[in-house]
């Protein structure tokens, strides 16, 4: 098979779009659970005599050394300045997100959704932590196909055409999360203390482990040398299973291993479910030769 | 399909400039920096920008350490109050908070103190809001049958501001304390920067920096 072959193959083979569809339905509870975190302090940050009011954004963003990026940050929240401005914005939001999960409007309540999130991180970069870049490349990829025939009120129905922007959709989801995992995976190991396996101590200094206690951790060192080393290697299994076709399911659940660590070993919650979603794009692919009966060849 | 060659270009750009986006998360290269200067409307627009993108959780390094930001009215008492929480949560709008005190300690640290300031106003004109900042006792509700003895005139408020870092203790230390039975001295937290905040008109606060960056702290501050 030529590099073109296997190219096309890869990218522009049509496919039951029933999987994006399940991720749009997760990606808007994802969005709203977002959305939710901002309901307790949009107005200790964004109002008009907030932490990050505009004059003080704009003193950050002037004073920021790359100049380019002070233009790329549009936003109307820079407009919205009282409390129930603001809020109303929020609830707008999950309004969107409710309209994507129902599939109303195809790709133009995707690309909304995905506007929305754009607009919280145009307006205060600096507040921008792990979930919201996983947010956005989700919803940048929904934005390809229209979700139509899968929605929130047609999931268990099996009636709908394969589709090529489905797979494309699908594939950058699969390329990107191998990509992200690969960085996770490489960033830690530029840190010695993930081979010495004393992260953990250092995220339960940090007082960022909710779940572990430094009494408890200072006592049971080599509970704290598995669960570091734990993280890696689960991370580590699920890049060497995911792709191939017999172990993909493997592969997810290391990753969602992975996830659930996270979520015991730091203070992250939505970072981890969001990371472990994006492992729904292997899991419900089938793969090339299973899904013979479904595929219709553009060729 | 007619659109084949324009969507595998598209995926081909996509993918690369995802991968530059990755690559500067670490240590960029001069190339990896040009490339992503010029890839910057697209990676930032779209927030594929991966820089400051924390994947890794921790490095163990010193500036990882736990960040928070005290305030006192020395006449009120000469006890810090601190404004940034300090207990770990799960809780976003906590993150938000602790990333911003970070932020700013990591500012004065690369003598980035215009913006460090900018912060702390930011916090404190916060705090005077919420009615969270030292309280004189003749402002208490309890002390206004004696207004008529008190100055009616507005003063001005002066406050002292400091950001603060917690290292993190030698995990053989307390390995060692634990075998013996013995109790650990808790760890000082290192003071960073120092600053007076005075107070302007509508909840304006000036910063005024008192110690000079990198670290250095005006003796008998700690």
């Known amino acids: 098979m030529t590099l073109q072959q296997l190219w096309d193959k890869f990218w522009f083979t049509s496919i039951d779009p029933k999987p994006l569809g399940i991720m749009r339905i997760c990606w808007s509870i994802l969005t709203i659970a977002y959305i939710a975190s901002w309901m307790v302090d949009i107005q200790i940050w964004l109002a008009g005599d907030g932490i990050l009011s505009n004059p003080r954004m704009a003193e950050l963003l002037q004073s920021a050394a790359d100049e380019q990026s002070v233009w790329l940050r549009i936003s109307p929240l820079y407009w919205l300045q009282a409390e129930w401005q603001l809020v109303g914005y929020l609830l707008f939001g999950v309004l969107l997100s409710l309209v994507a999960a129902a599939g109303v409007g195809g790709r133009l309540s995707a690309v909304s959704a995905w506007l929305f999130v754009l607009t919280f991180i145009h307006r205060a970069p600096m507040l921008s932590g792990l979930c919201e870049p996983l947010l956005t490349l989700g919803w940048g990829y929904l934005s390809i196909h229209s979700g139509k025939e899968q929605n ?20 950058l989801f699969q390329v990107h999360l191998f990509a992200w995992i690969i960085l996770s995976v490489a960033s830690q190991c530029g840190g010695l203390v993930w081979w010495q396996g004393e992260a953990v101590w250092w995220l339960a200094s940090e007082a960022r482990s909710p779940a572990l206690s430094l009494s408890w951790l200072g006592r049971n060192p080599y509970a704290l040398n598995a669960l570091t080393h734990g993280v890696l290697a689960t991370q580590l299994a699920a890049l060497f ?33 969001a990371l472990g979603l994006l492992g729904l794009s292997y899991w419900f692919a089938k793969g090339e030769g299973r899904r013979e009966k479904g595929v219709r060849s553009e060729e | 399909m ?76 000469s006890d810090w109050q601190t404004i940034t929480p300090t207990t770990p949560s799960y809780l976003e709008s906590s993150h938000r908070i602790r990333q911003m005190a970070r932020l700013a300690g990591l500012m004065t640290l690369q003598q980035r103190t215009a913006e460090s300031t900018t912060i702390l106003q930011g916090l404190i004109a916060r705090q005077a809001i919420e009615g969270k900042l ?89």
């Not at chain 2, 920008?49 to 008492?77: A, C, K, N």
Request: net charge neutral.
């Open chain 2, 2 to 77: 007619r659109y084949k060659p324009l969507i595998s270009l598209a995926i081909v750009v996509h993918l690369f400039a995802i991968v530059v986006s990755m690559s500067g998360n670490m240590s960029p290269s001069l190339l990896q920096q040009r490339l992503r200067y010029l890839l910057s409307p697209y990676l930032i627009g779209f927030n594929w920008y991966m820089d400051f993108v924390p994947v890794e959780l921790t490095h163990g390094v010193e500036t990882d350490g736990l960040w928070w930001i005290q305030i006192r009215d020395t006449s009120v008492s």
């Open chain 2, 134 to 222: 030292p309280v004189r006792r003749s402002n208490l509700p309890d002390a206004k049958e004696n207004l008529g003895s008190l100055d009616t005139a507005p003063t001005k408020r002066q406050l002292e501001v400091r950001i603060v870092r917690q290292s993190v203790r030698d995990l053989e230390e307390v390995q060692l304390a634990n075998k013996i039975g013995a109790e650990l001295d808790p760890l000082p937290a290192e003071t960073v920067f120092v600053a007076k905040a005075i107070e302007g008109n509508a909840n304006q606060w000036f910063i005024i920096p008192q110690s000079e960056p990198r670290r250095m702290v005006p003796p008998g501050s700690r």
């Open chain 1, 152 to 171: 929130l009120f047609r999931l268990g129905i099996h009636d709908s055409q394969p589709s090529l922007a489905a797979n494309i959709a699908l594939r």
């Open chain 1, 241 to 273: 299973m995911l792709w191939p076709l017999d172990t993909r399911k493997y592969g997810v659940m290391a990753l969602w291993l992975a996830c659930g660590l996270l979520i015991l070993i730091s203070d992250q919650l939505l970072y981890p479910i």
